[in-house]
């Protein structure tokens, strides 16, 4: 089987690596952004066109106000930080979720690296921040009639591979609807741990996996229609 067209990962255990080397939870979360630079950089020669990764949950708001706001900075910093790095390597950032509750520098971030990037074709990186799945359905729902409904959830394509570092194997509020025929892969590696390698794997474990789509293994199932479009 092919590789992935679009992975999405929940980068789980920042937590847990920084306790475990008696560090603070930040330590962590700021260890876990090297982590997605690597799975980032790894990402595209592995076949991934699309890499949604979950970096903030709605339900994350539920955290103290230290680790809230000490996420947010991260989430700014690495984006400038990182942007340059994805102008260079085609790389084109844009973010899901809310924006209207995130502190006035991190919508700035985003909108700048969302601008930046906007011509990057080898890779789309989609950053979930403030983002929750069960809003984002009821959201295209306000558009009130099924067809328009379907369109705008059509907009966003099916993931094709899960996987989840941390050990916890739930989906935590995480692209409920793109996740109908996703692949799913659960690690024990905690996200700072997780390497380019590890990516790897996980990609050659899902071309082992046998999809169907509902329709028996043989005839192969034709591929979906949303992802020809991914591919053109
Ligand atoms: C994931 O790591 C990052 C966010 C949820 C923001 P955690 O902070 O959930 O790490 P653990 O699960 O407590 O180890
Ligand atoms: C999911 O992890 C959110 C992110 C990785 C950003 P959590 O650590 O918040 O999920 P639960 O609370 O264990 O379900
Ligand atoms: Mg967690």
Known sequence: MQSPLHVAIIMDGNGRWAVRRGLPRTAGHCAGTEA???AVEAAPELGIRILTVYAFS???W????DEVDALMSLLAHHLGRETPRCIESGVRIEAIGRRDRLPPDLRDAIDAAE???RLGKRLLLRIAI???ARNSILSA???NSRAAIETALAASPAVDLL???GGEQRLSDFLLWECAYAELIFTPTLWPDFTGDDLRRAVQEFTRRERRF???ANPAPAMPVERERWLR
Do not use: C, E
């Open 115 to 117: 601008n930046r990037t």
């Open 130 to 132: 403030d983002y929750s």
């Open 141 to 143: 729902a306000d558009a």
């Open 62 to 65: 539920k955290r103290p106000l």
């Open 58 to 60: 709605s339900d994350n």
């Open 214 to 216: 509902g329709a028996l």
């Open 163 to 165: 996987i989840r570092t």
């Open 36 to 38: 997605l630079r690597r």
